[in-house]
């Protein structure tokens, strides 16, 4: 085997001198460790607490505000259900008045007050169709009360009934 030549291979080369094995390696100078202290986990319950705390007084405060706004709305309907008690008490009086005023004891006794005297008997005059057409033209009753002069819908299916007979 040829000879290893220490330059090329230290490891293959064999033990290192005396001296080289034997010192050991420089050491720092130790610094001092700090003293280590065991420091309690920073608790959220406090910080918790207090959002929950802010949040169920802003949902009481919603609460007051919505249980004040339903108080002044049912103010107002109470003002609003007596108005309506006041409008049909006077509703009833004024068609109790009316009932009376167009009583016929009323009427008779009025009639009597004022020198009428009922009639023996009545006797009905016909008017030509023409003539009361005419009369309802000239003074505008056809244009002014198109309501009392309509046809019920029902009246005018009978009469296209009436004419048509079973056809559609």
């Known amino acids: 085997m040829a000879a290893v030549t220490p330059l090329l291979d230290p490891l293959l080369a064999g033990p290192l001198p005396r001296d080289a094995a034997r010192r050991p390696a420089p050491v720092a100078p130790r610094r001092p460790r700090p003293e280590l202290l065991v420091v309690p986990r920073r608790r959220r319950t406090a910080s918790i607490m207090a959002l929950g705390c802010m949040l169920l007084f802003a949902m009481l405060l919603g609460t007051v505000a919505l249980q004040t706004r339903i108080a002044q ?5 109470d003002k609003t259900d007596r108005a309506v008690k006041v409008a049909r008490e006077r509703y009833d009086l004024l068609r109790r008045a009316r009932a009376e ?3 016929p004891n009323r009427l008779a006794v009025e009639a009597d007050r004022l020198g009428m005297i009922p009639a023996d008997k009545g006797e009905f005059m016909t008017i030509a169709p023409a003539t009361v057409a005419h009369l309802m ?4 009753w056809l244009a002014n009360n198109p309501a009392e002069n309509s046809v019920s819908s029902l009246e005018q299916f009978g009469q296209v009934k009436a004419v048509a007979g079973d056809a559609p």
């Open 101 to 103: 005023l167009r009583s």
């Open 73 to 77: 709305n049912q103010l107002a309907l």
């Open 137 to 140: 033209a000239t003074s505008g």
